[in-house]
């Protein structure tokens, strides 16, 4: 009997195959899957660590008692601590945008009056409702944005569902580039295959695997020296010339200085014209490797900042005929202070002046009156500036009865007190003071009422301007 030769083994496969099943032991919860909704991955609503969470409960609950399994089980299972676990898990158990919890928590207790693990139950998939049918190995394989992009290119994948980078991006909450590296990092950890233009349109085509099939580093991502502002990794900014100050490695700082030597032919001694040696300004760090730099040459400094601030060189302020026959009598008794005041708070004084009579529709001899009288009122040394002053405590229509023809407490043209800024000061008075009693030594030099305190420019609050 001719014994036929044994055929050799089927070669192990990086991609497609059966050397992408998995390698030998693989325990049997890898090939689980679940029904994940959109609510929970699609909408925003809940965090990308709590869907991991309801992926694993859903598994966990698949079985007649329900999800059985402690808060640190459940953290170890997914590699967070406890307060991690429990923080997802309250996530999950308050009341979603549908005013519904995804996460249902029963309490047991043993007939001995012990307590049992509570059982834990997720939200069942509705008949109408769109959902991604994802395995639980990748949500407790890949980290956690990763695997709402893989939810998400699932589903495309089941309901033929062209996407771009832009969707993507807007569905992670991060922008086109970083969509565009997340997509890459699950391509090469063998999660996802990308048939690039092959789609409609020149998009991409994504196939989803249940298991990676490749056997990848775990090592950190290398840092990406793309560059630039562009969305695209392939492109960066839309540069006609490069920079060797920004594209250069070599130029990298060390220990947190950054060194700058002028030491070539354009800035050296033997330049023309120059006597200076080269400057090191690595900075001013003594002992250690930070040896104490020079002093940096006056032809080499930059521009330092005058002691006296320089006279005003811009356009000067002009007026039509028209405004300045309205604010010259209004600003008459303040004319030998304006020379004071700044060419910009001047603007803005001419403005709230024209503003005022133009749009509030106030008399320019009322304004006129409010600044002689405030003028009177103001001593010579509490005028330090005078633009601010005006600005700010003369022109602002101010009173407490709100009346159109009183201006801080008095009257237009008359300049009597007003009897109804008198009152609601009298009443707040009798409300918020009590009844003062012994001498008075301060008075008031309008209207003679006493005080036993200072005055202040020796007016009590109703003789007084707000």
Known sequence: MTRLPELPAEPRHSRGGAGGAGPAGTPAWHRQKVKVPKRVWGRGAYSPGAAAYWVQIAALAQRADGCRAGVATLAGYLGDAKRTAERYLAELSAPGPDGVPELTTVRHTRPDGDGETAERRTRPVGRSEHF???????????????????CALTYAEATSTPVTAAELAALLAVTEFSARRMTNELERLGW??????????????YEV???????????????????????????????????A???????????????RRRDDRKWGPDSPGSTAPPVDTLGNRAGGNYPVAPAVPPALRGRTRPAVRPAYAGPPLTLSRDAWGLLRPVLAP??????????????????????????DGVWPEEIRD?????????????????????????????????MTGCHWGFLAHTGTPCKACAEIEAARGRAGHPPHTGPRPHACTACGWGSTTPLPYDRCAACRPA
Do not use: N
Not at 132 to 150: G, H, N, S, T, W
Not at 334 to 355: H, K, Q
């Open 192 to 205: 996802i295959t990308v048939h690039r233009r092959a789609g409609v349109h020149g998009r991409h085509l």
């Open 334 to 359: 303040v004319a030998d202070l304006l020379p004071d005041v700044s060419p910009f708070m001047t603007r803005r004084i001419v403005r709230e002046v024209l503003r005022q009579i133009r749009d």
């Open 370 to 402: 409010q600044v002689a009288r405030l003028r009177r009122w103001t001593p010579a040394e509490a005028l330090t500036d005078p633009g601010r002053w005006l600005l700010g405590a003369v022109l602002p229509v101010r009173s407490r009865c709100g």
């Open 132 to 150: 991604a049918y994802v395995p639980v190995l990748a949500a407790k394989m890949l980290r956690r944005p990763l695997f709402v992009l893989y």
């Open 209 to 243: 695997h249940d298991q990676p099939l490749a056997v990848v580093d775990g090592g950190p991502d290398r840092p990406h020296t793309d560059g630039g502002s562009g969305a695209c990794a392939d492109g960066g900014s839309l540069a006609i010339k490069e920079d």
């Open 245 to 259: 100050g920004l594209t250069d490695e070599s130029s990298t700082p060390e220990r947190g200085g950054f060194r």
